[in-house]
């Protein structure tokens, strides 16, 4: 999907909450021969990386922690956003990459979160979906309350 994106003339962030996950998606982009600027941690002038990524002839990808490049930064070159791995709490992770998207791109922007069938990210992520799921009944008309069990409206509180 990146590969597709950037062939199309589009610039893509790629998150991760872990830099020895954006360690291991290196090689694939230099092998892909897709040119790629990356922030984290070890980033010294976050500026220059955002800048160099914003230019109009500079890299397609942003390799980016969501540490580092979740917060506080301008990505408005990007119109695709993939989340290499879920976050535990559902709000931020989808708030924090998508919120310096400029406005006007995020209608027409992708957002792809990767989760690999069998992992502890998709159980995350089936709790989360069940607990929102559970939120918005026991939250909702008076008349869904009668849905949720007293165990499950018990799960919320855990």
Not at 96 to 124: C, D, F, H, N, Q
Not at 130 to 140: E, I, P, Q, S
Request: glycine share 8%; proline share 4%; charged share 25%.
């Amino acid at each position: 999907m990146l590969e597709e994106a950037v062939a199309d003339g589009h610039k893509a962030l790629v998150f991760s909450q872990w830099t020895s996950m954006l360690d291991l998606v290196e090689p694939h982009l230099k092998s892909a021969g897709i040119a790629f600027t990356r922030l984290d941690g070890s980033t010294r002038d976050r500026g220059a990386v955002v800048g160099e990524f914003q230019a109009e002839g500079g890299p397609p990808v942003l390799l980016a922690s969501l540490k580092a490049g979740g917060t506080g930064l301008n990505l408005t070159a990007a119109d695709h956003v993939f989340l290499l791995d879920p976050w535990w709490n559902p709000a931020a992770r989808i708030r924090r990459p998508i919120a310096r998207i400029a406005s006007a791109k995020i209608a027409r922007s992708s957002l792809y979160r990767m989760v690999a069938k069998g992992t502890v990210e998709e159980r995350i992520l089936a709790l989360q979906e069940k607990k929102r799921a559970m939120a918005d009944v026991a939250l909702g008309e008076a008349g869904g309350a009668a849905a949720i069990t007293r165990e499950e409206l018990l799960a919320l509180l855990d």
